[in-house]
């Protein structure tokens, strides 16, 4: 375990990995009869919806849902791992933790589509008692794209499923052509980016994209 993953984990152990959610029933009362049964088969639930901004670009938002089945506590642990987070989400291909605390880790990016290069900073702010975290593209840097915003959740469903649900609520390219890269963003990489943190937690922090 690298030094800044000590360090983060004893955060997470000093915060005592936060308090239980709402019980299995209302995180169940959230869905429909037919995401419980895709979330049920091992399936992701993803929706998306495109809007104009205010100068007239087109913002990608999305949410991908999934079941892990581990315990919600385990699944913060191994996704707080922000440090390691290019060895399994699809695209991504280095990270840089640059600064952290109990609430907030700001992390250096850099991804890889199709021919081309992306490089930002994000600001993650976590709330482990809810077991959320919000992220923000970090204004004032040498950031690639304009910006995007979103949140992660995982939500017990009983002592040993977790449901995670990965959101974009917003992604402004800031590029001639945004679904060069709002459209692998949202509406193909994250159900991809969902199932690989699937994965990842089920293999307790081991498995890695090829």
Known sequence: MTSIGKKILLILVLLGLGALNADGAAVLDKLTPAERKKLESGKVVFKSVKSESPDGEMVG????????????DKCWEIFCHFEKSHEYFPHQITTEVLEFSPTSVLVKKKFFFFVKKINYYVRYD???????????????????????AGYFIFEKVDDNTTLFVFTVTMLETGYAVPWFIEKPLTQ???PGQVVNVKKRIESNGVWKKD
């Open 188 to 190: 193909q990489s994250l």
């Open 61 to 72: 938002s999305g949410r991908a849902m999934a079941y892990i089945k581990a315990p919600t």
């Open 126 to 148: 976590l709330d482990p008692v809810n077991y959320r975290i919000d992220y923000r593209m970090e204004k004032g840097r040498e950031n690639d794209i304009k910006d995007t």
